[in-house]
């Protein structure tokens, strides 16, 4: 069904169905011009309920939903695997549903290229039998990111979750929940709270302010690859809290920003970055309720967590290179032992051997080469 640009309203634009069939529901013209209001105006109605065991390939796409007249109005309610697609959130204040698009029961419904901005309420919340496939949205400005404590299957993948009032992803799971490529930054809150996860190739940075706990906690068994974890803020530690088993591979974060909560440890495999990221466009974290988005979190050219210069030769992070340092940077070796990433005039005021511009430390090796103690009248003899 194509639907026509407009502001669709009236009293009985709620609780909107699809009675089981897999139907295609798209607009003409995108979000911006295809509202869908919720109404009657302060009421705490639902705009959409797909029930009936919808599928993947029943979908809803290009639709703004927002509360009528300002005042109470809720987004979608999903116990199906139904797609919503390219759709905006805007202004929802909830009250029974606590997501703008809420996910439960059962079925794991794919969720992408949407974007929700609403304070009332939780941008995406996934509980009890449902899980949910979640890709490539901007939630920011809602009183949490994404909230899951599901028993289904859940994946984030590609999305930003930013300036949001409390926490930024929460994974309240009895089982692994994977989250992919996405970053996480200026939420008061904590940035990223896990039971159990995998989190690989993401930013989570500038998350806490003066009310928030840092950047990442985890309860129990989670493991973080590829990952930056730096400039959070919070109490007692600012950037990683280890509740439970805590598994690091080639991730950046501050040595002195991580602790341990309970029964909680830290196990790094292999190298680590513990030097500042170097962003092109990082934003401090925010003051208390001031939940604003902001920053790009690109990487200069002369980041540790470039894929050049890395210790496992791949990026760290979720973004990748977009502006230039002042200066280029190498390998150097200081102390005979230790390579720092540094430029030729920092090098040399520590008395290092600087070992070129875009020299990675890794691998490297700053073991000096063996010398012989000898005199000038044994070395012109061995050359007669």
Known sequence: MLVAP??????????LTFRGKDL??????????????VWPPGSEEIAMFLQDGEARDAIVDGFTFRASLDEFGQGILLFCSATIR????????????????????????????????????TGIWVD?????????????????????????????????????????????TSHEVQVINCLVTRNIGIGIGANYASVVGCTITANGGTEGTGGLYNAFATRVENSIIYGNCGYPNTDITAGGPLTLVCCAYPENGTGIFHSGSIHPVGPQ????????????????????PGGTYTLRSDSPCLAAF???????????????????????????TTCVLTTATEC????????????????????????????????????Q
């Not at 407009?6 to 609780?15: F, R, V």
């Not at 996910?103 to 304070?119: D, F, K, Q, Y």
């Not at 979640?134 to 590609?158: A, K």
Request: glycine residues 12%; hydrophobic residues 30%; negative net charge.
């Open 6 to 15: 407009g502001i669709y309203s009236g009293e009985l634009n709620k609780w």
């Open 24 to 37: 295609v529901l798209i607009s003409e013209a995108g979000p911006t011009e295809t509202v869908v209001e």
């Open 86 to 121: 390219n759709c905006i959130f805007v202004d929802l204040v909830g009250g029974d549903l606590r997501g703008c698009v809420e996910a439960s029961i059962r079925g794991t419904p794919l969720i992408e290229n949407c974007v929700m901005s609403s304070p009332g309420q």
């Open 128 to 172: 009890r039998g449902a899980g949910a496939e979640i890709r490539n949205c901007h939630i920011f400005r809602c009183s949490g990111g994404i909230y899951c404590s599901g028993g289904g299957l859940v994946m984030v993948r590609d999305c930003v979750i930013e300036g949001n009032e409390h926490l930024g992803i929460e994974l309240n």
């Open 273 to 292: 970055v513990h030097q500042d990221p170097r962003f092109c466009d990082p934003w401090p974290c925010p003051e208390m309720w001031e939940h604003d």
């Open 310 to 336: 890395s210790p496992c030769q791949t990026l760290i992070g979720a973004r990748d290179l977009e502006c230039q340092a002042p200066s280029p940077v190498g390998a150097c070796c200081v102390d005979d």
């Open 348 to 383: 040399d005021r520590q008395h290092g051997r600087y070992q070129g511009d875009g020299v990675s430390c890794y691998p490297r090796d700053c073991t000096a080469s063996p010398t012989e103690v000898t005199t000038w009248g044994r070395i012109k003899n061995r050359f």
